[in-house]
């Protein structure tokens, strides 16, 4: 049995099973609630699996159903959004499933079992369902059936389920998700209790039960119903109700957040929290960042400060927050990190490891013609950056070549999180601010600039873009494309190829540049693997439809000079005429 209150996370829940008829019971369930409840990273989640009889390993998928997701959901990366997270813990928990039911399936057994998962991550649930466990929501003294049954009906008398995890190797998950509300209760059944119960009996037990303080025992009076009815099988319920939802008022957030004040303007040799500034690196109208040392080691650091421009504004104040938060949750060489704070602060900063090295925008106005060998080296590790960033599902959104720092080493980082678009982050009622568009306008995607999701392409046509432009020194688009703010501005653009300031750019590259940079994004790489790939390796298709290219194209070099060579000629001829006459 569960705690059925619990103040901190604004929850009241319990859950009650019963082998009821049969021997053996082969019903699981289970509830978590992390520190945080709802407004946690993760959100709370109760689960409820029914194992199929016929199965003799009935009991044993069930169980494996729910630690599996209670446990493994709550590993994945807190940036992933809740459907991501679940989908992944279930295909993998239905896979292994289905795999350890193949030894022995002709002997009648076999890893299967109903499932039913409610998640309440800020002001939302999300369902996950497959099988014939049933999610009602009851509302306003109104109980609904949220989930479908799969099922098939054979006879009156018999049934067999159509999706269940362990059934297939393929498995398709119901999702779906729903507004939560102040009062709201969910309830989880196995098929014990809601085939013999009638759903005016649930809707009358809810009823009595949303004042009662103890839920495990309201979920007991259920079961008791599914008794009294002379319910045939195994007995399950679990309810949840919702006492009060995350502040996500601007007020409230901004009130938590003031409690840290914003630092004064820094000088040289001043000291903050353990941590000495030695100089100013860099000042916007948003921020300035600093060069620190660690008082204890000697130990160098950068230190972000907030602009006290935007000491009002919780928006702002909450980017901040979540750009120091990112830093510490991507793990790559490739990608600057956050740092612990030496002491619990009282003012609003964050701390980054020094990098020493130099801009990229540096690096290419010292290469005005690189090889091709070094722009292709930087851009893997570039895509190795930003393949970390999206596997956490969060789109850097400002890349640009001074937000990329080459160190002496040889080794490209990714700096400057503080545009980034977090999945995850939209679930949990946070107030991001509405700054459209986030990135450079040079370097941004057309979809970014017109204001849709980002999505790793968007990422992708900036990368390109800068791969480009370390080639050619010039925009893929001309100047034009700044400029351009309508779809149909941008549809009118035309990529010039780099060949045309470059001609020692292989005519396969700049079909793959030619690629990620299409204004409309399906047109590019699915992926950045892709990209890279074709960059490191002529593509055959690629040199194909490079030698077709006119050669104006192809050699703009060669051409000029066939061509100033032909007007020679042709004006050597004209004078030859001239003088015989």
Request: aromatic residues 8%.
């Amino acid at each position: 049995m569960s705690v059925s209150i619990d103040e901190v996370s604004g929850l009241r829940y319990g859950q009650a099973t019963d082998a009821g008829a049969k021997p053996r019971n082969e019903d699981s369930l289970g509830i978590r609630v992390p520190e945080g409840g709802l407004s946690s990273e993760k959100g709370v989640s109760i689960v409820i699996a029914d194992g199929v009889s016929v199965a003799e390993a009935a009991r044993e998928a069930a169980d494996l159903c729910v630690l599996g997701m209670l446990n493994d959901y709550y590993s994945t990366p807190d940036t992933w959004q809740v459907k991501t997270s679940a989908h992944r813990v279930l295909t993998a928990l239905n896979r292994w499933l289905y795999s350890e039911g193949q030894g022995f399936r002709d002997e009648g057994k076999g890893f299967v079992c109903a499932m039913s998962t409610l998640i309440i991550k800020g002001r939302r649930g999300h369902i996950f369902h497959v099988g014939d466990t049933r999610v009602w929501h009851f509302r306003d003294g109104r109980l609904e059936q949220v989930t479908r049954d799969h099922v098939q009906q054979v006879s009156n008398k018999i049934t067999y389920l159509s999706r269940a995890m362990g059934l297939g190797l393929n498995l398709r998950i119901d999702y779906q998700v729903v507004e939560v509300q102040e009062g709201d209760i969910f309830l989880l059944t196995t098929d014990g209790v809601h085939d013999c119960v009638r759903q005016e009996a649930l809707t009358s037990q809810l009823k009595e039960s949303s004042n009662e303080v103890d839920f495990d025992a309201a979920c007991e009076s259920i079961l008791e119903l599914a008794r009294q009815a002379d319910s045939p099988d195994n007995l399950s319920c679990q309810m949840l109700s919702v006492q009060s939802l995350p502040r996500g008022g601007k007020a409230d957030l901004f009130r938590e957040q003031k409690q840290l004040a914003f630092p004064p303007d820094l000088e040289p040799g001043m000291k903050l929290e353990g941590w000495k500034v030695e100089r100013l690196i860099d000042a916007s109208p948003r921020s300035q960042v600093y060069l620190v040392t660690d008082q204890d080691s000697g130990a160098k650091a950068v230190m972000k400060t907030p602009s006290v421009n935007f000491q009002d504004d919780a928006g702002y104040v909450e980017r901040f927050i979540m750009e120091e938060w990112i830093g510490k949750r991507v793990n790559s060489p490739h990608v600057v990190r956050s740092l612990d704070k030496k002491v619990s602060p009282k003012f609003l900063y964050f701390i980054m490891e020094y990098i020493e090295g130099k801009p990229l925008e540096q690096w290419m106005a010292e290469n005005r013609r690189p090889d091709i060998a070094p722009v292709v080296e930087i851009v893997q590790q570039l895509v190795r950056g930003l393949r970390a960033l999206h596997r956490k599902e969060t789109i850097h959104q400002d890349l640009k070549p001074s937000n990329i720092i080459l160190q002496p080493d040889g080794t490209a980082k990714i700096i400057d999180l503080g545009s980034v678009h977090i999945a995850g982050a939209r679930e949990s009622d946070r107030i991001i601010e509405k700054m459209r568009p986030l990135g450079t306008a040079r370097y941004s995607a057309p979809e970014d600039r017109l204001g849709a999701s980002p999505n790793p392409k968007s990422d992708q046509f900036s990368l390109a873009a800068i791969t480009y432009e370390m080639l050619t020194g010039e925009h893929p688009y001309g100047n034009k494309y700044e400029l351009a703010t309508s779809a149909a501005q941008l549809a009118r653009l035309n990529y010039t190829p780099s060949l045309k300031y470059n001609p020692l750019v292989p005519g396969w590259i700049d079909e793959a540049l030619r690629k990620a940079l299409r204004i409309d994004p399906i047109r590019r790489y699915n992926t950045l693997s892709e990209f890279i790939g074709d960059l490191e390796k002529p593509n055959p298709t690629f040199i194909q439809k490079a030698s077709e290219l006119p050669l104006i194209e192809r050699n703009p070099l060669v051409f000029w000079k066939l061509l100033a060579a032909l007007l020679a000629a042709a004006l050597a001829v004209t004078l030859c005429l001239l003088i015989t006459k």
